[in-house]
């Protein structure tokens, strides 16, 4: 929220700068985005009187104008604007001026005539934004001619931008932060003027009759104003909105936008010539019900949207934004004001399906304080009197049909203290509470404060506490040790083990994902489940979203499968994925809940193939510490491939399956690539896991390395090699890699060539030829005799 500095200033007794104001306020909680200052580096514009406006001949958009600047000859400037008339005075840039951000002006030529300067706006000058503005900033007829801007036009400003949190409406207003200010700097704020005369004695009621038939406008007021007369607002609000980012229109409008900033009240004004039916009802609109509204946009009313009507036809969409067909016009001569309050999560709703977002539906969808309504109401009918707009009808009509009431909190000041490590005084707290109007007295030691309806973060005497704290200063508040013990056990094995899991599945560059534990009974189909695999015996959900979620999954693979579908629907070309969940296996004893299994799933497509997801796993076997596993080439598993599916097996026991996707399964998910899935028993692995690394010296003594290769049969696999070589080795053999398979020419038919590297060591001696050949000759003997293979 954009808080003009001298605006602030009206309301409270400043005497820091803007930096430093918006400092202190940072720290007391308020925070400040940005202070921003403009107007300083604007030199050599003056104020001038456009006497003369002629065509220029060789361009139909330029206009060439005789300008008096107060000198004897005017001067000639080019101008593609069309906003202004002769007579008017407007901001005038000399040659060799300097506008906002630092822009030069120079005379030159336009299309081949003189132009000694520029006219500008409201941007030019840094008084608003571009997007705000449509043409030139005409100044008031009175204004003296071939002066400093400076003097007519306060440019110099400071705006101090603040972030305001969505559980503090009542700051959404200058005189929400003027009673934020006064409190920061611990002085006080002074309220603006509402006191006005009724001065027409026609009778509101007798005009205008209002009816609320949704419970989601909670209070709706309305006055009437006659006599009115449609002009400029005058120059100092003009430069008040301006600098809060709103541009003016009329003085009508104005008001209401004045009173919006500057109370935190949205209002809005109908010209009462289009309330034909005398009759304002608040109430949902048909279902896509077209309205055009103010911006001139025709937009379908979605359904549960709140409208104000004349009687049957709506002419504002309510807290959001009003309706062409009732806008206040230059020959409107009565207004009804409207001043409201509504549930803000419809207004959230409506804006955000409208996709219109307004500063009324800003203010309204943090839940403003219907209390405020009322003096909103008459600090604009005190403006509207003030400057002459018009005359305010006798009677108020006021419909409050949820009441809302102030509340009181009662806090030990022991507590608060304790709570904030601090030794504030009572006294000082009771002080600090009243600054901010929370009413409050001490009672020995008890603190009872009366928490004002505009307040609604106030429930806890955390918060209490909090607004303490904030006003006492956060700064001063000393640092202590925290004493606070933890009932917290320990975290176990498992838990260590899964967090070790996750970080090590993202170190090989796989994506966590998350999905639900309910599935559809179709997705055991999907898999090609067998009709008789237990699988399909799962817990029913007595209470299911639908069918989609009817069941617990007793398997994870549908799971990573359609995580793999909706990345590969979505334009993914490559992806890596893996999810930690639980499968629900259902007990044979109904009366017992289901054995609750810890799963970890993996899937991938793309840029991989097999051995990429074995190497996933390998890496994870590896990394837990997971001894005496071994890989075993499974072929009946109905959702694998038949030829590229492995098991995952500690001594006897099956931790888990992995390998490519069968192609039906593939095609079922929509996906037209290779994927591959595994599918791993976390508990088992947590179970057999050892995680603790200790530190081994390196070896003092030589390796002895030897490489073996031999003719073996094709469909024997590497693992079963590698095993062999493992047994036979013993204690000598410190490590093994394969570094060559061939198949082709000089190779007998069926057979394969396979070659390792093999290095013996032992830690505490060097080894001799004797007792290498010893071993090695045992490993060559071993693969001949286990696995039929011949030495090449």
Partial sequence: MKVPYTWLKDYVDINIGPQELGDKLTVSGSKVEEVIISGGDITKVVTGKIE????????ERLKICSVNIGKEENIQIVTAADNMKE???????????????????????????????????????????????????????DTPIGVDIKEVVEIESAVLDFEITSNRPDCLSIIGMARETAATLGTKYRMPEFCYKEKCSDKIEEALKVEIKDELCKRYMARGIKNVKIEQSPKWMQDRLLDAGIRPINNIVD?????????????????????SSNKIVVEKGNCEEKFTTLDEVERALPEGTLCIKDGDRTVAVAGIMGGLNSEVKDDTAEIYLECASFEPVNIRETSSKLAL?????????????????????????????????????????????QVKESHSLEVSATWVNKFLGTEIPGEDMVKYLNSLDMETILEGDTLKVNVPTFRCDMYIKEDVAEEIARIYGYNKVEATIDTTTTLREPMNKRMLNERFITDVLINCGLSQSISYSFISPKVFDKILVSEDSELRNAVKIKNPLGEDYSIMRTTMIPSIMESLGRNYARGNDVVRLFETGKVYIPSEDSNKIPEESNTIAIGMYGECDFFTLKGVVETLVERLGVAKSKYERVTDNPSFHPGKTAALKVRKDVIGVFGEMHPDIIENYGIEKNCYVAQLNMDILCKLSNIDKKYSALPKYPAVTRD????????????????????????????????????????????????????????????TDKEVNKVHDKIQRSLEHKLGAQLR
Wanted: aromatic residues 6%.
């Fill in 708 to 767: 073996i290769a031999v003719l073996i049969d094709r469909e024997i696999l590497v693992g079963e090699i590698e095993e062999s070589i493992k047994k036979a080795g013993g204690n000598l053999l410190e490590s093994f890699k394969l570094f060559d398979v061939y198949e082709g020419e000089q190779i007998p038919e069926g057979k394969k060539s396979v070659a390792y590297a093999l290095t013996y060591r032992l830690p505490d001696r060097t080894l």
């Fill in 52 to 59: 003369k406006i002629e065509p220029h001949e060789e361009a």
């Fill in 255 to 275: 008001i209401t936008n004045f009173v919006m900033v500057e109370m935190g009240q949205p209002m809005h004004a109908f010209d009462a010539r289009e309330i």
């Fill in 357 to 401: 977002r307004t500063d009324a539906s800003t203010k309204f969808e943090k839940e403003l304080d219907p209390n405020n309504v009322e003096a909103a109401m008459n600090r604009a009918c005190y403006l509207i009197q003030e400057l002459g707009a018009g005359d305010v009808m006798e009677g108020i009509i006021d419909v409050y049909n």
């Fill in 87 to 141: 007579n008017d005075i407007v901001p005038t840039a000399l040659h060799g001026s300097t506008l906002a951000g630092g822009l030069k002006i120079k005379k030159g030529k336009l299309r081949g005539a003189k132009s000694e300067g520029m006219f500008c706006s409201e941007v030019e000058l840094g008084l608003a934004d571009e997007k705000d503005i449509d043409g030139l900033m005409i100044l008031p007829a």
